[in-house]
């Protein structure tokens, strides 16, 4: 039986995938994983919808909708407790679950929309901390050798918002994720500048887990960066660009600008993606398109109030990237998931 995509990604946008799996039981993915190979076409493993454009004209190939529960705990020693989560945990609720346990690992992820299973893909990351910097394992069936894998963090080629699962799309689907996070009453040092802020802490410092999580999600709803359950900001994808790295004479001119430039866990030097949009022009709340426009609160994540095509969409980003090449000569690049729209 088919779905909808509209039905299943956070922007409720997307056609027909006639060919649909839910997998929901860990024990029986052999069985869900034979049926996929034998249908045409490469898999696209979908969680939560939250970061995926789905085209207009839906997906002719298989869709595996990750929907698997189940958290287990080991203890290593007095400090190390290896959680391993089934993919389609919800990310935001493991973080929180993982604070009330008194582990710290993970609490500045809570907040973010989706599944554990999909945050590996693009290392999933917010105020500092990113999944790869807990994770100690992925378990990932290749559907090119039909085996599978225990994936150690050196095989995935983490990097900013990126992974091998991220550049070879189709090739992998993530069954579960393994952390190591540590037995602690303190949350990892807060090196976001507005969360400490916010939390009225110096940077550096490491603020008691709860206190932590809540201030994430406390920041988060004020910027903007948690899907509201209904108005105008409640269809959409979160961030649309990457930050994108900038040369020298780049960060020279946007530095000069008053743009923030800040190194990423990669060490490299980047832009802030939303500030790059305002100063081409655009702001919070703005129509770009009939049907699209800016989130109320952020420029970098628009938002669909009424009808619209996922091609509509996908126009209007390419446009955008264009303002801001013209405007600064950076190029920005997707942070979306496009089924078909772009590779
Ligand atoms: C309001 C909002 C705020 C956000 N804030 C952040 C943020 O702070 N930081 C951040 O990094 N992201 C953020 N995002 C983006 C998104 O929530 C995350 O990237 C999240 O990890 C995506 O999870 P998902 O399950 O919804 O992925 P989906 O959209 O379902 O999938 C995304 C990609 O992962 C692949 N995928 C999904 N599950 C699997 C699996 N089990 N195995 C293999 N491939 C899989 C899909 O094929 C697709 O390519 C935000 C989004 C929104 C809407």
């Given at each position: 039986m088919g779905e909808l995509l509209a039905d299943h990604t956070t922007l409720r946008l997307g056609g027909p995938a006639p060919h649909w799996f839910t997998h929901a039981d860990p024990a029986t993915w052999r069985d869900l994983a034979r049926a996929v190979h034998r249908t045409p076409g490469r898999p696209f493993t979908l969680g939560g919808g939250s970061n995926t454009l789905a085209a207009d004209s839906g997906y002719n190939g298989p869709v595996i909708r990750m929907a698997t529960t189940g958290i287990s705990t080991r203890a290593l020693d007095h400090t190390t407790v290896e959680v391993t989560a089934q993919a389609g945990e919800d990310l935001s609720s493991l973080a929180l679950w993982t604070v009330s346990e008194g582990l710290s690992g993970i609490e500045y992820l809570a907040g973010i929309p989706g599944t554990i299973g999909a945050a590996?893909?693009?290392?999933t990351g917010a105020y500092g901390q990113q999944i790869a910097d807990a994770l100690t394992r992925v378990t990932a069936y290749d559907w090119r050798t039909g085996r599978t894998l225990r994936l150690p963090p050196t095989a995935c080629a983490f990097g900013y918002r990126t992974s091998t699962f991220k550049t070879h799309p189709g090739r992998f689907t993530i069954l579960s994720v393994t952390l190591h996070l540590t037995r602690s009453p303190l949350a990892a040092p807060v090196t976001y500048v507005h969360l400490a802020d916010h939390l009225g802490t110096p940077l550096a410092t490491r603020p008691p887990l709860t206190e932590a999580a809540n201030a994430v999600l406390t920041h988060r709803a004020e910027r903007g960066l948690l899907i509201p359950e209904s108005g105008p900001d409640s269809r959409q994808a979160g961030s649309v660009f990457l930050n994108p790295t900038v040369t020298h004479v780049q960060a020279v001119s946007i530095r000069t600008a008053g743009g923030p430039l800040y190194r990423g866990s990669d060490s490299q030097l980047r832009a802030s993606a939303g500030w790059l949009l305002e100063h081409a022009g655009h702001r919070p709340g703005q129509q770009l398109a009939p049907g699209i426009r800016c989130s109320s609160r952020r420029t970098l994540t628009l938002t669909a109030v009424s009808p619209t095509t996922a091609s509509a969409y996908a126009a209007v980003v390419g446009s955008l990237a264009k303002r801001a090449y013209n405007a600064h000569g950076v190029q920005l690049r997707p942070e979306l998931f496009c089924m078909d729209l772009w590779p």
């Open positions: 590996p893909v693009q290392n």
